[in-house]
Nanobody, 113 residues
Framework: VQLQASGGGLVQAGGSLRLSCTAS????????MGWFRQPPGKQRKLVAR???????YYIESVKGRFTISRDNTENTVYLQMNSLKPEDTAVYYC????????WGQGTLVTVSS
C-alpha cells in the first residue's frame, strides 16, 4: 500500500484547509484510518481516526475544529481543518490508526499567527 497525502499549505490563524490522502491497494475499505501530525522537533501522534464503518475519534485539542471522513470508492481519507491555530503547524500524515502501512511523505501545514 502506498499513501499520498496532499492539501497542506500556509494559512493564517483562523483559516481552513482540507487534507486528502489516497491509498493504493484493495485493503483500504477494511482499514481503520487515521490522520497523524508531527510538529517540528516532536513525535508523530494520532490526531483523528475513522473506522471502516465511519465511526470517528478526535484528540481533545482538535474536537469541534477538525472533521475526518473517508470515501471508500476513491480509497481516500480527508481531514477538514477549520479555525486553525499556530499550534496546529506540523507535517500531517495518514495511515491506519496503528500505523501499519509504510509512511508516505506527509503534507506540511503551517499556520501563521
Amino acid at each position: 500500500v502506498q499513501l499520498q497525502a496532499s492539501g497542506g499549505g500556509l494559512v493564517q490563524a483562523g483559516g481552513s484547509l482540507r487534507l486528502s490522502c489516497t491509498a493504493s491497494g484493495s485493503t483500504f475499505s477494511r482499514a481503520h484510518m487515521g490522520w497523524f501530525r508531527q510538529p517540528p522537533g516532536k513525535q508523530r501522534k494520532l490526531v483523528a481516526r475513522v473506522s471502516s464503518t465511519g465511526v470517528t475519534y478526535y484528540i481533545e485539542s482538535v474536537k469541534g475544529r477538525f472533521t475526518i471522513s473517508r470515501d471508500n470508492t476513491e480509497n481516500t481519507v480527508y481531514l477538514q481543518m477549520n479555525s486553525l491555530k499556530p499550534e496546529d503547524t506540523a507535517v500531517y500524515y495518514c495511515n491506519t490508526y496503528i500505523g501499519s502501512f509504510p509512511w508516505g511523505q506527509g503534507t506540511l501545514v503551517t499556520v501563521s499567527s
